[in-house]
């Protein structure tokens, strides 16, 4: 894990001229200390649009800059074929766990978000102190340590989960919590280490995927972001909707914003990017299904 001066002597080692900062959404004003401190090695450029995560490495747009290095906030790194190198500085928040609750069950799989990881062995500690047994599942592609989850990949957890009785998540909001809660199924607490939420967390059944059968009309949500690229699957749903004698029509972007989609026609947008998408739906003025949930379902599309 890099912190700001080990990113410094970085950049002076591989001598980058140029340098692209990249920054999650609420980095505000330390944005621009971080910029500040970077340009005693490098020049800086910042990267306008706030990121997602490792899978939103702005990649072709240092290309065109001319910049040969990135520098990555606020997540933990994937690794991309691209040939312009990355440094991602992850989060990391500390917490004592001292209140950390007991969960129901002796087998427990212990999961975390990457700005918590580091509590893991903490919490493996308070679980066998409890006298039960705590498990800590592979990560995943998009993941970079043992227990870690990100919000549309729970190998983690999936790798572990026939061998528990219950899993315990560390994780702030909801978003991550109700991803695995769907992904698994087994019962799933989530702590928040700072505010010492925790809750049970049940799967979403919101009904929203009975417009699959309703509607006509679908826009399939093509990303351009390096991580979050998933045309298979769209040309999958494409050719599932077609069949059953439904409209289905390919839209591609780098970020969608309700702009690109102002088309009335469309009655129903699919992504195939982030699932984080879903849940902007009120933005879009449309529902908004995940492709995960869409090809799940595609089997039961009777033809019109
Ligand atoms: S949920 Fe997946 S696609 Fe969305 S930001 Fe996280 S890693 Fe990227």
Known sequence: MDNLSSVISKIRRRHAKKVLLHFPAGYGPKALEIAKEIEKAAEVVIWAPPCYGACDIPFYAAKILGIRLIVSFGHSGIRYKYKIPVIFVEPRVEAELENL??????????????????????????????????????????????????????????????????????????????????????????????????????????????????????????????????????????????????????????????????????????TTACPRVRDDYEMFGKPVLTAAEVLKELPNLKKK
């Not at 700072?194 to 979403?204: L, Q, S």
């Not at 995927?209 to 999958?236: R, Y």
């Open 101 to 270: 609750p007991m969960v129901p069950g002796k087998k427990i799989g212990l999961i975390s978000t990457i700005q918590y990881i580091h509590l893991l062995d903490k919490a493996k500690k308070i679980i066998r102190s409890q006298k039960k047994r705590p498990f800590i599942g592979k990560h995943g592609p998009l993941s970079t340590y043992d227990g870690q989850i990100t919000g549309c990949e729970f190998r983690a957890a999936k790798s572990i989960e026939k061998d528990v009785d219950a899993f315990l998540l560390l994780a702030e909001g909801d978003f991550h919590p109700k991803g695995l809660a769907n992904a698994v199924d087994k019962p799933l607490y989530a702590f928040e280490p700072i505010t010492e939420t925790f809750e049970k967390v049940g799967k979403t059944s919101d009904k929203k995927i009975n417009f699959l059968h309703e509607k006509n009309v679908f826009g399939i949500m093509v990303s351009i972001k390096p991580g979050q690229i998933n045309l298979k699957a769209a040309e999958a749903i494409v050719a599932g909707l077609e069949k059953a004698g439904k409209q289905a029509v390919i839209f591609a972007a780098d970020t969608f914003t309700p702009d690109l989609l102002n088309y009335s026609a469309v009655e129903v947008l699919i």
